[in-house]
């Protein structure tokens, strides 16, 4: 039985939730992301991308080149809430499926020709999405992930594509080597200096040479070009770590807030480590200067969800850490070796006070949210936390312009 992998992205998603709230930014050039000197574009509208913005730039450059374009902050809950009525839809639909970002799906329709026909049923599923969200979507279907992905691309804005069974090849022929699916800036170079600008180019290599030049990513890069690279569907990504970053609107020294900062992110993290009933073992506090050089540093600890018991390694990890006095332009805190379990009581030290303190203050923040009740040393750290849970099998939402 041949495979039928369904891929859907949902249309410069940010951009079309903002339309979706106003109208009036319909056919509008508009740019979603960070309003400061720093800030960074998440999304752009298609009419700015003929002035050459595009998302991941600074927005101060995306402003210049197109300086009657519209700016929004944008709000993570409202393309968190479209992200799920869209999941909703996808999920009540088909068998298996896997949400690969807050905008991008999955879907398995494998044996579904027999019965119903894979295309027909896709092109009804969008039509359903578009009609009860509003939203504008594209999908590609074909025999793999990759080639569905690239089909998508293809497609977009807004429309659909198919890729029978055994044309794989013949598809990604006549594409630009940037068109495959893991092949970035740096590896673009390596193959454009080789000479390599189409995907026929690399269909016609040996895969050792392929190999030679970009080991095991070269082996999945030519397999990809020749629509042979086929991963599995994920319906539910396991979290092997969680963090959180702030980068700053202007360097700073200001050991206070830079404490509070760090402070706010370490009572976060332990408090999302107990909502999702998992432990951690390591710890990692990250510095980026104002040259721009980054250092980390970590240390592993027993298995822990506590505060009492996080916070003050992280702190002292970050008074190890900072020694060049110089500004600083970003702080991170990392928790990693999560494995499922609930704190341990420690005989010695733990108290019932303590633990029924733990246990009132996790559930006032379940109930109204991450902020709902702080510690009054991380009063003052700005947009930490939030209503994700990292552990419900969705990918972590990344937006570009949380700044600080």
């Known amino acids: 039985m041949n495979k039928n992998i369904l891929h859907l992205d949902l249309d410069t998603f940010f951009v079309s939730c903002e339309r979706l709230i106003d ?29 050459g913005v ?95 992905k690239v089909a998508t691309g293809e497609a977009k804005p807004n429309n659909q594509l198919r890729v029978d069974y055994g044309f794989e090849k013949s598809f990604m022929a006549p594409l630009s080597i940037k068109k495959i699916p893991s092949v970035g800036d740096k590896t673009y170079q390596i193959l454009r200096n080789l000479g390599i600008d189409k995907v026929s180019v690399v269909q016609q290599m040996p895969v050792e040479m392929m190999s030679s030049v970009l080991g095991v990513n070269g082996v999945t890069i030519w397999k990809r070009a020749n629509g042979l690279d086929n991963p599995p569907l994920i319906p539910f990504h396991e979290r092997k770590s969680i ?9 700073t020294i200001d050991m206070v807030k830079l404490r509070t900062t760090i402070f706010a992110m370490a009572e976060n993290l332990a408090y999302q480590l107990r909502r999702g009933q998992k432990l951690a073992s390591c710890i990692s506090v990250k510095i980026r200067y104002s040259d721009f050089n980054t250092y980390s540093k970590q240390v592993n600890i027993p298995y822990t969800s506590a505060d009492h018991l996080i916070i003050p390694r992280v702190l002292e990890l970050f008074d190890s850490l900072y020694q060049r006095r110089l500004l600083i332009r970003l702080v991170g805190v990392k928790i990693s070796n999560l494995v499922s379990g609930s704190y341990q009581i420690n005989l010695f030290d733990d108290t019932e006070e303590m633990l029924s303190l733990y246990n009132a203050l996790d559930t006032i ?30 990918p972590p939402i990344i937006l570009a312009h949380r700044k600080q």
């Open 243 to 251: 963090s959180m970053e702030r980068t700053y609107e202007k360097d």
């Open 23 to 51: 109208s009036r930014l319909q056919k509008r050039p508009l740019l979603v992301g960070g309003t400061g000197d720093r800030g960074v574009v998440a999304a752009c509208s298609y009419e700015t991308r003929r002035f």
């Open 54 to 148: 595009h998302s991941g730039m600074p927005m101060r450059l995306a402003r210049r080149l197109c300086p009657e374009a519209v700016v929004i902050r944008g709000n993570s809950s409202i393309y968190t809430k479209q992200s799920h009525l869209v999941t909703d839809i996808i999920k009540e639909s088909v068998p298996v499926f896997e949400k690969a970002s807050i905008d991008e799906f999955y879907a398995d329709l494998s044996g579904m020709d027999k019965f119903f026909g894979s295309y027909k049923y896709a092109s009804e599923l969008r039509s359903k999405i578009i009609k009860e969200t509003g939203l504008p979507i594209s999908f590609g279907l074909s025999s793999n992930k990759i080639v569905s």
């Open 365 to 394: 923040r379940n109930r109204y949210g991450d902020l709902s009740v702080q510690k009054a040393a991380s009063i003052g750290a700005k947009s930490i936390g939030g209503s994700h849970n990292p552990f419900n099998g969705e």
